[in-house]
């Protein structure tokens, strides 16, 4: 079914995720689409239910309530809008199921099979393993794997187009000879995706055609110079709706009920991140903290990247983030003293009883404390897979015959963001919005001038779905009712003492009142500056420091407002250190929290 975008006055749009399924509905009021209301009920794919449907309208069932309006009939959703009753279009996200998963194979570790790394994890998947001809494994240990690990679909890529073609018939047949099953449904085969060197076709085709679901698009690596990650992209999304989704419990319904196709999840927060990018021309990381994975999401340059950190989450992946941060690092983020049994303890407690909430203050900073390890450990992951091509050959300057990383650079610069947006429980429903800007800053460390914004009740997911259909109405009811503007942060990059001189600035406020001064090393400040309202910025950084005009150089900008304002960061970038002595960490930690108003006063004398 095709409406025209301006014909569409309401949209109903659910998320399926892996414990909730959220509904919402958009309707145009005057000129501008807006959400009116939200329900939400429990995901209904397991048993007893065994029927994600169910849960779907559960939700809209709340909707109704909530809007005095009717959108079902005979347990259907009523589309098109009729008079008062349904809604022009209903839309879906989905990871229920455990979302999408994947295995991805490609020649060289570094080249092909990264580019088909990214092309899955732009897609939405959860990437299980990758599998290259030069990743150290004998053959009967990568035909294990697969057996073992069962994946919802393979990728397989390697070799430019006109280039040798033995290694990836190799990996063929080690496909071929693992003969893996599905992880749902028994009665059919492995979907496998070809996208590899052309030549290679008919012979992959021999190996795997029988055997397996295979699709064949254009090469992932055409040349070594260039990807091509749409074609195999587009092909991962119909064979997650035609086969995955078409196994599990209701989805074949559900599938029939929406205008267009069902995304995951994780793909549908990225087309949101992917379309401000677009729309604003910004440079944007966006990131959303879950119970079990960390998503960041990045688009510089134009070129998007998204990243799965699988055992980086709140609940179910807590103790990995604290044994792969280590209590070193967690206790870096807490303002008092305290025994390391009683925190081991938290975190156990967190893990066994993952749906808990923080009760005490001494709770909530503790659990903010290792929310700032995962998302800062999920962001290493991401700056390392975000990179250039890898194995490309540049032209070099003489300059360059001291910088060995040539090929590979991360293409995320901090100096260029422009817009850094959480999401997830911990960053969307912190009690104070300074406790969520105080996360991203210790996290993300952004550096120079940086919008910052949490998305308020995780609807990210079905507005990407709807920009893919209406991209107005996504991006209106994102600036006005998803998207919570924190305010500005504005960090020098350098280094020096205590105490010591680090920016002189001056703030001009839209009602042409000015604010100058001068912040230390090693110090936070906090100015307001309300939602909507823009306020022009002179900083003079002194020598030695950066905040994107270069060393020592004047910058002109602009801060945008917020229900924080504007934060002053002079604690230092490259390296960004936090005392290591126990006293003085306490002492500094508390005055950065008092400086920006982060947490109550009571919090500053427990364990004193």
């Not at 599938?255 to 992917?274: Q, Y």
Request: charged share 25%; aromatic share 6%.
């Amino acid at each position: 079914m095709h409406v025209e975008p301006e014909k569409i006055n309401s949209i109903l749009a659910t998320d399926c995720g892996s414990t909730t399924t959220k509904a919402i509905l958009i309707e145009k009021r005057g000129e501008e689409y807006r959400l009116i209301v939200r329900g939400e009920a429990p995901t209904t794919v397991e048993a007893p239910a065994e029927d994600v449907t169910k849960g779907v309208l559960n939700a809209v069932t709340e909707v109704e309530e909530l809007s005095g309006r009717k959108f079902l009939k005979d347990n259907l959703i009523i589309t098109p809008q009729q008079g008062n009753i349904g809604a022009d279009i209903y839309i879906s996200t989905s990871s229920a199921g455990g979302g999408l998963q994947m295995m991805v194979a490609g020649v060289v570790k570094s080249m092909t099979a990264e580019s088909a790394a990214r092309a899955a994890l732009g897609a939405g998947a959860i990437v299980m393993d990758v599998i290259a001809s030069n990743d150290g494994r004998l053959p009967h240990e990568e035909i294990e794997r697969i057996r073992h690990l069962r994946p919802d679909m393979i990728l397989l890529s390697g070799g430019i187009d006109g280039g040798t073609t033995s290694h990836v018939v190799e990996l063929a047949e080690l496909i071929g000879a693992a003969n893996p099953r599905p992880r749902l449904g028994i009665g059919y085969n492995l979907p496998v995706i070809y996208a590899g060197n052309k030549d290679a076709r008919s012979t992959i085709v021999e190996t795997l055609g029988k055997k397996t679901a295979l699709d064949i698009v254009d090469n992932l690596r055409p040349v070594l110079e260039r990807e091509n990650l749409l074609p195999a992209r587009e092909k991962i999304h119909d064979l997650f709706m035609e086969h995955v989704m078409a196994q599990a419990p209701g989805y074949n319904k559900l599938m029939s009920w929406v205008d267009v196709p069902i995304m995951p999840t994780p793909g549908a927060v990225g087309e949101i991140i992917k379309t401000i990018a677009e729309l604003e021309e910004m440079q944007v990381v966006g990131v959303d903290i879950g119970g079990a994975t960390t998503d960041v999401f990045s688009v510089f340059s134009k070129i998007f990247n998204r990243t799965v950190s699988a055992n980086l989450g709140m609940s179910y992946s807590i103790s990995n983030v604290f044994a792969e941060a280590s209590l070193e690092n967690v206790m870096r983020w807490v303002p008092f003293h305290m025994e390391e049994k009683d925190l081991r303890n938290r975190v156990k407690n967190k893990m066994i009883r993952p749906t808990t909430i923080p009760q005490m203050l001494e709770e909530l900073v503790f659990e903010q404390a290792i929310a700032k390890e995962a998302l800062r450990l999920a962001f290493i992951q991401h700056k390392e897979f975000a990179v250039g091509l890898k194995g490309v050959q540049k032209q070099r300057t003489i300059s360059d015959a001291f910088d060995q990383t040539s090929s590979g650079e991360t293409l995320v610069d901090m100096m260029e963001l422009d817009l850094l947006v959480g999401s997830g429980g911990v960053l969307s429903h912190a009690p104070r919005r300074n406790q969520a800007a105080m996360m991203l800053i210790d996290a993300f460390l952004p550096e120079g001038i940086t919008i910052l914004a949490v998305d308020s009740i995780f609807m990210m997911p079905q507005l990407g779905v709807l920009s893919k259909v209406h991209s107005k109405a996504a991006m209106e009811v994102f600036d006005k009712d998803c998207l919570i503007r924190l305010g500005t942060c504005v960090a020098p990059v350098g280094k020096s003492k205590p105490g010591k001189d680090c920016l002189h600035y001056k703030i001009t406020y839209p009602d042409g009142k000015v604010k100058e001064d001068t912040a230390h090393y090693g110090e936070m400040k906090l100015y307001p500056l309300e939602v909507g309202q823009r306020a022009q910025l002179h900083l003079e950084p002194v020598r030695g420091f950066n905040v994107g005009a270069g060393k020592g150089k004047v910058r002109e900008g602009t801060a945008i407002g917020g229900v924080v304002g504007i934060i002053i960061d002079c604690r230092g970038r490259q390296p960004f250190e936090v005392p290591t002595d126990p006293h003085k960490r306490v002492e500094k930690l508390q005055e950065w929290m008092k400086a920006i108003n982060a947490y109550p006063e009571e919090l500053y004398s427990i364990g004193t």
